[in-house]
């Protein structure tokens, strides 16, 4: 057999580069690509396998007219499964549809593919897979996303006795230093996804401000991250209104965590900033019981920027990253802000708070006040702010804001990796709707209108001139409610950990 390469990972199955199908392999994943579609003619074109040249020539042939007589087309996503020829060596075969030659070209097809590959395998624990024979990245991307499935509040009275596959073998045509290299990207990757992912899906009576925080420091920690937390008597003492505001209502107090991955010194400093909502029941303005149980992932964005920047030091990106990450549960109470309460943010804005639903922009104004007193190049902030996010875009495109130019590269970056961002603008002629009877500002506008951008122009007033900024609205996107597809599971997704990742390393690259 060839040389294996593993990788360090901290879950996931362990995925390693080979150049042959080895003893131990149960299944061979290939991918099958559909012919090209000809009208004219009647009998369609038989698909062709991806990678085939790791089989025999007897097992290429047998498994190409197996499929054909069952109808496998090669469509993107189709799933055929058949019992190996003899000499392969493994059990079954499994073709995944990765759509025609053009769609060889587009990563995301293929990190789909694998996606739903890896997720038909329950009850198989050792896999080979030709999918990375076009692109290692995307494939592993894939698989180790597809694999991804949470398991810590199961006890063994509902424990899944079967597991997907916890050895992957992908096969290449040469395991060089090209190819770990993509490799050990993709696991980076890969990983801090699902570090956001388990983020979001640990419930809020086991993720509260406090415990976010030292998980945070934790895991920052591990990560060579230099870590600070500010409790709540700071935060008071500090005059963080927002946090302070939104916090108090409830009996687990608010915290803001800040990570920071140091780059050279001449490296351009990005700051990060997400919104930790461990819990938003609307607090006063509570909201209705329906759904509410979804509110488990208004701490998506503080997920994905904590995630993003453990990616950097993972990927030691020579660029300078500081996650501002306010943290706190929005709960009715005695204690808790009122409808028409008046608080200061930090820096000194006030704000009337005309609906306590409105929280996320509160707490984000402070941390991304906080973030900008370091004079960073970029300001990255995301969250899931808004209903109208949905309303505008659906549930898997995030919204993002900001000043133009730069709002407009991380939207191009995210589309270059299958997270799909897209501008969004923000109106003047709403900012004058955020005016208050009372205070510099409130809180929301007096109707629905544009809700997402509303909440974009608050935010907006509490960036500094000069700074590049890009706000992502990912109410929708951070937190799959449907069934799983490709490689996104249902639950936490890890969206826009790789948005961020990408255009760190694009700064990076290019300032
Ligand atoms: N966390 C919610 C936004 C949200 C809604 C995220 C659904 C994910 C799914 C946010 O704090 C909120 O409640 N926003 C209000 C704002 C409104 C009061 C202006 C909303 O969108 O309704
Ligand atoms: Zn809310
Ligand atoms: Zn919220």
């Known amino acids: 057999m060839s040389k294996n390469e593993s990788v360090d990972r901290t879950r996931g199955p362990q995925i390693t580069l080979t150049t042959s199908i080895s003893k131990d392999d149960e299944v061979l994943v290939l991918g099958l690509v559909a012919a090209p579609s000809d009208d004219n003619s009647i009998d369609a074109a038989a698909p062709t396998l991806l990678g085939a040249d790791v089989l025999d020539d007897g097992s290429a042939t047998a498994i190409s007219a197996a499929l054909s007589a069952l109808g496998a087309t090669g469509s993107h996503g189709e799933v055929t499964r058949l019992a190996a020829p003899e000499p392969l060596g493994v059990r079954v075969v499994v073709a995944i549809g990765v759509g025609d030659e053009k769609s060889l070209d587009d990563p995301e097809k293929l990190r789909q593919a694998a996606g739903v590959a890896i ?26 996303l597809g694999a991804y499935r949470f398991e810590e509040f199961r006890s063994s009275r509902s424990a899944s006795t079967k597991q997907l596959p916890g050895t992957v073998h992908v096969v290449v045509e040469s395991v060089d230093k090209e190819a770990k290299a993509e490799l050990a990207h993709a696991i980076a990757v890969a990983d801090s996804v699902a570090i956001a992912r388990d983020f979001v899906n640990t419930p809020p009576s086991h993720l ?44 687990r107090l608010p915290r803001l965590v800040r990570l920071t991955h140091a780059g050279k010194k001449s490296a351009k400093k990005v700051a990060l900033v997400g919104k930790g909502i461990t819990f938003d029941t609307g607090g006063i303005s509570i909201k209705p019981a329906a759904n509410m149980d979804q509110m488990t992932s208004d701490m998506g964005g503080a997920a994905a920027v904590i995630a993003a920047t453990i990616a950097a030091a993972r990927l030691d990106l020579p660029v300078s990253v500081t996650a501002t990450v306010p943290m706190a549960e929005n709960m ?67 919204g993002v804001m900001g000043t133009a130019d730069f709002r407009d590269r991380v939207s191009a970056l995210s589309a270059e990796i299958g997270e799909n961002a897209w501008p969004m603008p923000l109106p003047a002629e709403l900012r004058a709707d955020l005016k208050s009877r009372v205070a510099d500002l409130a809180n929301v506008t007096p109707h629905r209108w544009g809700g997402m951008l509303a909440a974009g122009l608050f935010l907006k007033e509490f960036v500094p001139d000069g700074v590049q900024w890009a706000h992502i609205d990912i109410a929708g996107p951070a937190f799959n409610t449907s069934g799983p597809w490709g490689y996104t599971p249902k639950g936490g997704t890890g969206v826009p950990v790789r948005t961020i990742t990408k255009v760190l390393e694009d700064i990076a690259a290019n300032g």
Do not use: H, W
């Open 119 to 144: 997720r038909s395998l329950e009850g198989f624990d050792v896999v080979a897979t030709t999918l990375g024979s076009t692109d290692i990245g995307a494939a592993v991307e894939g698989l180790f």
């Open 208 to 251: 509260y401000p406090e415990e976010f925080a030292e998980r945070a420091r934790e895991l920052g920690a591990k990560a060579g991250l230099k870590v600070e937390i500010l409790d709540f008597d700071s935060l008071q003492k500090d005059g963080y209104g927002g946090i302070v505001g939104v916090g108090k209502g409830s009996s």
């Open 332 to 398: 009715p109470s005695g204690t808790a802000q009122r409808p028409g309460d008046v608080l200061t943010q930090y820096g000194g804005t006030t704000v009337e708070v005309l609906n306590t639903d409105a929280e996320g922009r509160l707490v984000l104004a402070d941390a991304i006040v906080r973030a900008c007193e370091d004079e960073p190049d970029y300001l990255i902030d995301t969250a899931t702010l808004t209903g109208a996010q949905m309303v505008a875009l659906g549930t898997r495109t995030p």
